[in-house]
């Protein structure tokens, strides 16, 4: 299975954030934020960050799909 991120891109737009907005407000890394740009997996501090900022839950911002699906993309 694969992680997909659509969810918390979509959600930026939502809120009028950039990345570089996210990666400031949460607190987390270039490298954190280039991971998620790449749908590779992050830890959980990383993702309970960007929660806590968006004020969300997990399921708002990722979803696991199959791998023929990911390759699609």
Known sequence: MAVCYK???KLL???DMKKI???REAGITHYALGQLSRGKD???EV???ICQTLDCSI???MEFIQDSEASHD
């Open 13 to 15: 737009i939502d809120k």
């Open 21 to 23: 907005d996210l990666e």
């Open 59 to 61: 399921n708002d911002i």
């Open 7 to 9: 969810k918390l891109w």
């Open 42 to 44: 992050v830890s959980t």
């Open 47 to 49: 993702l309970g960050k």
